[in-house]
C-alpha cells in the first residue's frame, strides 16, 4: 500500500501517467479486509473472554498503535526544518503508517463491540448486525472500484448505515452486568480508547493537510467513505457506552448487594448439599447476614442439649454480647432476645445508657426448626436507627431459610443415621441366622422341631444341638438380653461357649458354672443370658439338665396327659459375677417315657398379649400342648403357633418368638 500509493504520487509530480492510480485503495480494501478475518478468528478462539477484558484488548491495540506513532512523532521532532521532514514522499509514508495504525484499531475495536452488542442476542439483532456489514462492504467496495452509483443511493446506503449504526449501539446489555469496579475499569479504558480516536484523527488529518499542499494524488482519509463510517460507529459506540455506565454508577452498589443478597440467599439454601455439619450453616448465615445490611458485630446464640448455649460471633467478644443481653433484661425489654421475637426495634435510647459497648443499634430473630427456637441472631451497629425495613426482612428471610437448611440437615443426617442401623441389623440378622443351626440332631429314641421369629430384626433368642457322644445329645435354649447387633454379638458368644464345652461331655451344673465365668468379662453392665441346658442320655433314657434363670420346663407325660412345668432354682449367665454361682445353680435329673413331650421356649411366648392386654401364659401353653401332645413335633409346633397368632389377633409380635419341641419315641 506505501510503495503503490509513493509510485503514483511520483508520477503525478513527475507528470508520467500512473498505470494503476487505483492501486493503493485496493491495497488499503485488502489490508482492512485482512485485519478483519485476523481479529473475528482471534476473537472467536477466546470466547471466555469477559467484557473487562473485551475493552482492555482494545486499549492494548490503541496503546501499541499510539506508541508507535509517538516514535514516529519523536523522528519528526529530531528531524526539525530539514528538507527531508517537508519532503512529500517522507510525509506520505509516515501518514499511511499512522493510517494503517488508525484502522488497526478501528477494525479491533469494531470486532469488540460487535461482540459486545450481539450479547444476549436475538434472530433480529444478528440480521441487523449481518445488514450493517454487509452495507460497509458495499461502501468498501464502492470506494475502491467507483461504480457509476446515482446519488440516491449512496445517500440511502449512507441513512441505512447510519441508522443501523445507531439502532446496533444501543445495546448495551452487557453494562447491566458490571460490578462497581468492573464499571470504573471500563469507564477508564473507554475514555482512553476516546483518547486514541481524537488522536489519530488530528494526526491523520494534519498529515493529510501537509501532504495536499503539494499533491492532491493519495489516500486521503475522508475522501475513503469507509474509513469516516467505521470510524463514527467505534466512536459512537465508545460514547454511548461511556455515558450508559456512567449513568448506571449510582445504582451499582444496590444491585450488587441485591445479587448478593440472592447469592447468599442460595448458599443458605444448598448448604445442605454443600455442607458436612449445622455448624457450617451457622457460619453461612452469620456471614450473609452481617455482608447483606452492613453490620457492625453481630453473634449467633445457639441452643444447645440441656439448655445449654454457645455462641458465634463476628467482630465481638462474648463478654461484650452477654453484657448487652444482660442489660436488656435488667431494662425489661421484652421481644427482641426472647423465644418468637422476629422484629426490629429502635434500641437507641436504651443502649445509650449501656457502658463498655460502642452499639446503638440492635436487631434480633430467631433461628426456629419445627416451630422450636433452636437459636438467636442478633446484629448490632453503631449507628443509632442503622437498620430499615428492607433489611429486616432480608435477615429474616435467610433466618427462615436457615431453619429449613437445618431442618433438612438434622432429616438428612436421621434418614442417613436409619440406613446406617438398617444396614448394620440386615449384617446382624445374617449372621443371627448362621447361629441358629441348620438342622437339628435325629435320635431313633426322640423326634424335634424348632421355630424362632424375631420381633425386631434381630432377636436376642437362641437354641442349638449337639450330639456329645453315641448315646448323649447337648440341648440348649437362651434369651440374651437387649436386641440388634449387641444381641446378636452376645449370641455368637453364647453358641461358641456352648460347642467349646458341650463337647467335654460336662454335666450340666458344671456347664452353666463355666459358662457363667466365661462370660462375666464378656457382657456389659446389666446384660445377662438366661438359658437352659439339656444333656439327654438315650441309654438310660434319663434327662439331666440346669435352669439360669430361664423360663421353666413345660414336661407333658404321656402316662397322666398333663402337662406340668418343672421349677427349679438358677440364676441367669453374668449376673452373679463370683463363686457362689455355683451355690445357686442346681443340677436336675428325670426319666423319660415314651410319649413323653418336652417344650422349651422363650418368654415371648408366654408375655404374648390378646387384644385385650391379657398374656397368653402358662397355663394356656401347657392346655395348647396337651390338645395335640400325641401328634409328631411338627405338627404339635404348628398347632402352638396357630393358637399364639389367633390369640394377640397378628402375626406382627411386639417380642421374639422361640419354642424347641422334643417328643420322645
Request: proline share 2%.
Amino acid at each position: 500500500m506505501v510503495f503503490s500509493d509513493v509510485t503514483v504520487i511520483f508520477s503525478e509530480l513527475k507528470g508520467l501517467t500512473a498505470d494503476s492510480p487505483w492501486l493503493p485503495r485496493l491495497m488499503l480494501d485488502l489490508y482492512v479486509i485482512g485485519l478483519y478475518y485476523y481479529y473475528k478468528l482471534k476473537i472467536e478462539r477466546d470466547e471466555s473472554l469477559n467484557f473487562t477484558d473485551l475493552l482492555w484488548r482494545v486499549f492494548a491495540t490503541g496503546l501499541v498503535a499510539i506508541v508507535i506513532s509517538l516514535a514516529l512523532r519523536m523522528l519528526d521532532f529530531l528531524l526539525g526544518a530539514t528538507s527531508l521532514a517537508s519532503n512529500v514522499f517522507f510525509l506520505d509514508i509516515e501518514y499511511l503508517i499512522n493510517l494503517g495504525l488508525l484502522i488497526s484499531f478501528l477494525v479491533a475495536a469494531a470486532t469488540c463491540w460487535k461482540r459486545l452488542i450481539l450479547y444476549q442476542k436475538s434472530k433480529w439483532l444478528i440480521r441487523g448486525w449481518l445488514v450493517f456489514e454487509l452495507a460497509l462492504l458495499l461502501v468498501l467496495l464502492s470506494d475502491n472500484l467507483r461504480f457509476p452509483i446515482d446519488e440516491w443511493i449512496l445517500t440511502t446506503i449512507s441513512i441505512v448505515t447510519g441508522l443501523l449504526a445507531l439502532v446496533l449501539s444501543a445495546n448495551m446489555k452487557w453494562v447491566a452486568y458490571l460490578n462497581f469496579k468492573q464499571k470504573w475499569t471500563s469507564l477508564l479504558l473507554l475514555l482512553l480508547s476516546l483518547f486514541y480516536l481524537v488522536y489519530f484523527l488530528f494526526t491523520v488529518n494534519r498529515f493529510s493537510d501537509q501532504i495536499r499542499m503539494q499533491t492532491e494524488v493519495f489516500l486521503d482519509f475522508p475522501e475513503h467513505i469507509f474509513n469516516v463510517y467505521l470510524y463514527s460507529f467505534v466512536m459512537l459506540y465508545s460514547i454511548f457506552s461511556f455515558l450508559v455506565i456512567l449513568f448506571n454508577l449510582p445504582t451499582s452498589s444496590v444491585f450488587e448487594q441485591k445479587l448478593e443478597e440472592v447469592v447468599n440467599f442460595q448458599r443458605i439454601s444448598q448448604s445442605v448439599q454443600t455442607e458436612q455439619n449445622e455448624e457450617s450453616v451457622y457460619k453461612i448465615l452469620l456471614e450473609s447476614s452481617v455482608s447483606s445490611v452492613f453490620a457492625d458485630a453481630a453473634w449467633l446464640e445457639i441452643k444447645g442439649e440441656q439448655e445449654q448455649s454457645r455462641l458465634q460471633t463476628y467482630q465481638i467478644t462474648e463478654g461484650e454480647a452477654a453484657r448487652i443481653k444482660e442489660h436488656l433484661v435488667n431494662k425489661n425489654i421484652k421481644g427482641i432476645l426472647d423465644q418468637g421475637s422476629d422484629r426490629t426495634r429502635n434500641l437507641s435510647d436504651h443502649l445509650r445508657s449501656l457502658k463498655g459497648t460502642r452499639y446503638r443499634s440492635l436487631m434480633a430473630f430467631p433461628v426456629q426448626v419445627k416451630g422450636e427456637r433452636i437459636g438467636t441472631l442478633a446484629l448490632l451497629k453503631e449507628l443509632p436507627d442503622g437498620f430499615n425495613k428492607e433489611m429486616m426482612q432480608i435477615v429474616s428471610a435467610f433466618a427462615n431459610q436457615a431453619g429449613i437448611s437445618i431442618e433438612n440437615f438434622r432429616l438428612l443426617r436421621e434418614a442417613i443415621q436409619n440406613e446406617r442401623y438398617k444396614e448394620e441389623l440386615k449384617i446382624a440378622k445374617t449372621v443371627q441366622k448362621s447361629l441358629l443351626p441348620n438342622r437339628l440332631e435325629t435320635d431313633a429314641d426322640f423326634e424335634m422341631a424348632a421355630f424362632s421369629e424375631s420381633a425386631d430384626e434381630v432377636g436376642g433368642d437362641y437354641y442349638d444341638t449337639l450330639r456329645i457322644n453315641d448315646h448323649q445329645v447337648g440341648l440348649i435354649i437362651a434369651d440374651v438380653s437387649g436386641k440388634g447387633t449387641t444381641a446378636a454379638f452376645h449370641m455368637s458368644q453364647m453358641k461358641g461357649i456352648f460347642h467349646s464345652l458341650a463337647q467335654q461331655g460336662l454335666d450340666p451344673k458344671e456347664f452353666m458354672v463355666r459358662a457363667n465365668r466365661a462370660l462375666r468379662y464378656c457382657l456389659e453392665r446389666g446384660s445377662f443370658i438366661s438359658a437352659t441346658y439339656f444333656v439327654v442320655d438315650t441309654r438310660d433314657k434319663k434327662i439331666f439338665y440346669s435352669r439360669a434363670g430361664h423360663c421353666p420346663v413345660l414336661w407333658y407325660r404321656a402316662a397322666t396327659s398333663k402337662p406340668e412345668y418343672l421349677v427349679d432354682k438358677g440364676a441367669a449367665l453374668g449376673m452373679v459375677k463370683g463363686k457362689e454361682y455355683e451355690q445357686i445353680v442346681e443340677a436336675n435329673c428325670f426319666s423319660y417315657a415314651t410319649g413323653d413331650v418336652m417344650v422349651l421356649y422363650t418368654d415371648g411366648i408366654t408375655e404374648a398379649k390378646s387384644p385385650r392386654g391379657e398374656e397368653f401364659g402358662l397355663e394356656l401353653l401347657g392346655r395348647t400342648i396337651a390338645e395335640v401332645a400325641i401328634r409328631s413335633p411338627r405338627e404339635i409346633q404348628d398347632h402352638l403357633i396357630k393358637k399364639l397368632y389367633e390369640y394377640t389377633g397378628t402375626e406382627e409380635i411386639d417380642d421374639d418368638y422361640t419354642v424347641l419341641i422334643v417328643k420322645f419315641k
